[in-house]
């Protein structure tokens, strides 16, 4: 993560944590957006959407403390970036991981799919829109923003912790989560659909301000919420999947006979839903058990 690769402690205030972590974004989506502009590697897009993925969670953890028209702007776009490249990412994801032995068919008219993706991404990626986010995104990390944003402060005027300031944004994401999982066994589909969302925000919230704690029990902690946001995620796959087939079939030709194929692949990515189940199970057990790494 691009925290990871900051200098942020306990005394850092957050907008400089946020602007630290933005530039390691901003240099992770411009080092990969080369390679999707260049070639048909499946890591360019992946990680380029990786980067603005994590751009916009930072922007979500600190705006408590941090922000302003230039922060909503920065997200916003970023949120658009991202919808350019997810289709690109989604059906590589299906082919490669949710389904195995795709009939040749299926292949040709993904193929046909996946290259209309690609355009679509790199389009986005080398418009006048993204020089002008990747200006502004820029000149943000650089504190040098033409726009201003408000940070929070202490009474005294001085600006806030890091630590302090993460541990009431930690301890409002985990309870809310705490809360969303009341009852475990028992949630429905969608319930556990929003219960994914906010162990996301919750991981991306522990991974950015963990360095101002310097706890052992961060590792752990992390790696608990990757691990259940994985599990929530498989149950999520099928939705996808869904999704995936479908835009298949709307790309058929009428010569190209599909139907039977990728009913076939529908059978396939619905199989499994106890393995699922179980691990899901098993996951939010961990989580439940990790160590609150800020309170330590």
């Not at 995620?233 to 835009?247: F, K, P, W, Y």
Request: proline letters at 5%; hydrophobic letters at 45%; glycine letters at 6%.
């Amino acid at each position: 993560m691009p925290a990871a690769r900051s200098r942020i402690d306990a005394e850092t205030s957050p907008d400089v944590a946020l602007r630290q972590i933005a530039a390691a974004c901003r240099a992770d989506l411009s080092k990969f957006r080369v390679i999707v502009l260049k070639s048909r590697r499946p890591i360019g897009i992946h990680q380029a959407r990786v980067a603005l993925r994590r751009l916009r969670a930072a922007f979500s953890v600190f705006r408590p403390a941090v922000d302003g028209s230039t922060i909503r702007a920065l997200s916003a776009e970023a949120k658009w970036l991202a919808g350019e490249c997810g289709p690109a990412r989604d059906l590589h994801v299906f082919l490669t991981e949710s389904v195995t032995d795709v009939p040749p068919v299926v292949k040709r008219i993904a193929g046909r799919l996946a290259d209309s993706h690609l355009q679509r991404a790199r389009a986005a990626l080398s418009s006048a829109r993204y020089a002008a986010f990747d200006e502004q995104l820029e000149a943000f990390a650089a504190g040098r923003s033409a726009q201003p944003w408000a940070t929070e402060t202490t009474p005294d005027g001085a600006p806030t912790r890091l630590d302090t300031f993460g541990r009431a944004i930690l301890d409002a994401r985990h309870g809310k989560a705490l809360r969303r999982g009341r009852s475990f066994e028992r949630l429905s589909e969608e319930q556990l659909h929003r219960l994914r969302i906010d162990i996301k925000k919750l991981r991306y919230a522990a991974t950015y301000l963990s360095p101002a704690f310097a706890s052992p029990a961060a590792k752990p902690y992390i790696e608990a919420t990757v691990r259940l946001q994985g599990a929530l995620g498989a149950l999520n796959d099928r939705a996808v999947a869904a999704r995936m087939l479908a835009d298949i079939a709307t790309a058929a030709r009428p010569t190209e006979d599909a139907a039977a194929p990728l009913k076939g692949l529908a059978r396939q990515a619905a199989s499994g839903e106890k393995r699922r189940r179980r691990k899901l199970e098993r996951a939010w057990k961990e989580f439940r058990k990790a160590g609150r790494f800020w309170r330590a």
